[in-house]
């Protein structure tokens, strides 16, 4: 015979069954409802009458009914004390709703199994607002993200505008004047300066993408550091003092010499212009070990660039690495500088930070991995000029430019335009020194692939690849070498003379 309720159990009894905002209810072992309160049936539907004695798995949708849900919950309940549980419910009239369940195991004092507490909120405008914010949040990404590349496609059609005037104009005047030897070879140098220069640029975007491909290098700071600190001494107005602090004994660090140049130098420039009246401008180095610091974790060097100019202001400190983001004035710089150094840090497995103050100056931290061996003196290799090089491009001017170039090396070119030409000029016993391909063409077959097809059936023959976009490349920078486009003629040679030996090679037919 049960036991009469006490006076403690009948308050807590009615106290359940006033809530209205939570559905609170009783299950027996096998899962059978064995009790209801107002706010289950508010929330769900049915009468203490129509449910009570019905499996509680009415509560779930048919899909996870199939899936066998409600015995897994009870199981966990029972192993555990407790499972929790965010997802659809049922109600009585089959309308679904977003609910946050809890159902607590229930023991005796013996520790038998007795039954389940079960709790349910119907959560659904909560998850609504959820999405909505989310939706709201996406949006605020898309407009921030079109804004961005705006500013990006503004500032490159402008600097590639002046660029392509220059040259335009240039090729204009000299073939007016082709009889004019000096002013066609000046304009042909105002030429080849303003494609050097878009060069530069395009180089700067594919280091903050970090998709330049770096020639990285043991490069020793001793001596690199000086040479920098003495080119921003004759760049700069005598007003602002550069001084250098090194520590008594720096590390190599493994880096692109060319690059890390070009990092310093931006942010000398970027001190020099905070500094219109003067100041000082302090380049540091030091060896740190770190442990988190901008997520790096081991030995570093650390270089860090200081002026004592006008300082960021904090609302625009976190967009100063965005390419084209510029506080500068109209054609006083192309916002490129500073995200060329965030690009060059993080390709480098290094990282970069700032502090500023406005009114104080502006200090960045340059953090770059220590080199796993000191730097060793490398001997060019002398220059072949002789064999014949199997060309494969498929813009034609570009192929034709480019034979012209090895022409002019006394390089034999045999030009191509596509991946299967060439397997098939190899393929009929072609003598050849040299493939030097384009990665990215049409046709079914880049020119990485061809250049793995080639080492499988001509392991003998060198090959050289080319691209101006290195993330066609991939990880294959250390199964051949690549020349970034767009390359000079030194670049071209230099390349040529570190694969090509004194001997001919021949292809086996």
Do not use: C
């Amino acid at each position: 015979m049960a036991q009469p309720l006490s006076t403690d159990d009948k308050r807590f009894e009615l106290l359940v069954s006033a809530v209205v905002d939570y559905a609170i209810y009783m299950l027996d072992p096998q899962g059978r409802v064995a009790s209801w309160n107002a706010g289950a049936e508010k929330i769900k539907g049915y009468t203490s009458s129509e449910i009570v004695g019905e499996h509680f798995s009415r509560f779930y949708t048919p899909e996870e009914q199939a899936d066998g849900k409600p015995a897994r919950a009870l199981k966990i309940a029972a192993e555990t004390g407790r499972f929790e549980d965010e997802a659809w419910r049922v109600r009585k009239n089959g309308e679904r709703f977003w609910a946050l369940v809890a159902i607590d195991a229930i023991r005796d004092e013996g520790g038998t199994l007795i039954g389940f507490a079960k709790i349910t909120r119907d959560i659904s405008d909560r998850r609504e607002a959820q999405i909505k914010l989310e939706e709201a949040r996406e949006q605020l990404f898309q407009a921030q993200k079109m804004e961005a590349l705006g500013q990006l496609t503004g500032g490159l059609a402008h600097d590639f505008n002046n660029l392509l005037t220059a040259i335009i104009s240039g090729a204009e005047l000299a073939l007016r004047h082709p009889g004019d030897q000096d002013r066609v070879a000046r304009f042909l140098e105002g030429i080849r300066g303003s494609a050097q220069r878009g060069a530069s640029l395009t180089r700067q975007l594919l280091a903050f993408a970090r998709r330049q491909p770096l020639e990285a290098k043991s490069v020793d700071l001793a001596v690199q550091l000086p040479e920098t600190v003495a080119l921003l001494r004759h760049s700069v107005s005598t007003e602002i003092q550069v001084l250098q602090d090194l520590a008594g004994t720096l590390p190599n660090v493994d880096v692109d010499p060319g690059q890390l140049e070009l990092a310093l130098l931006n942010l000398g420039f970027n001190a020099r212009d905070a500094m219109p009246d003067g100041g000082k401008l302090t380049i540091r180095a030091e060896p740190v070990r770190l442990s988190g610091v901008e997520g790096l974790h081991g030995d570093f060097v650390l270089i860090r660039v200081s002026d004592t100019g006008t300082g960021i202001p904090a609302e625009i400190l976190d967009r100063i690495f965005e390419p084209f983001f510029t506080t500068k004035g109209f054609g006083k710089g192309t916002g490129l500088g500073l995200s060329q150094v965030y690009g060059f840090a993080r390709q480098s497995n290094g990282g970069i930070a700032v502090d500023s103050e406005l009114g104080s100056g502006t200090s960045v931290k340059l953090y770059l991995p220590v080199s796993g061996a000191l730097a060793e003196a490398v001997r060019a290799p002398t220059a072949i000029h002789s064999g014949r090089i199997l060309v494969v491009e498929d813009d034609a001017v570009v192929a034709e430019l480019a034979a012209e170039l090895l022409r002019t090396m006394d390089y034999e070119p045999h030009v191509v335009s596509s991946a299967a030409d060439a397997l098939h000029a190899l393929s009929r016993g072609e003598q050849v020194d040299l493939l030097f391909t384009d990665v990215v063409m049409p046709g079914g077959m880049s020119g990485l692939e061809l250049a793995r097809k080639v080492r499988e059936r001509f392991p003998e023959l060198p090959v050289l690849l080319t691209t101006g976009y290195s993330e066609a490349v991939g990880g294959s920078a250390s199964e051949f070498p690549v020349l970034a486009k767009p390359y000079q003629f030194d670049d071209l040679a230099k390349a040529l003379a570190g694969l090509l030996q004194p001997a001919r090679v021949p292809v086996p037919s």
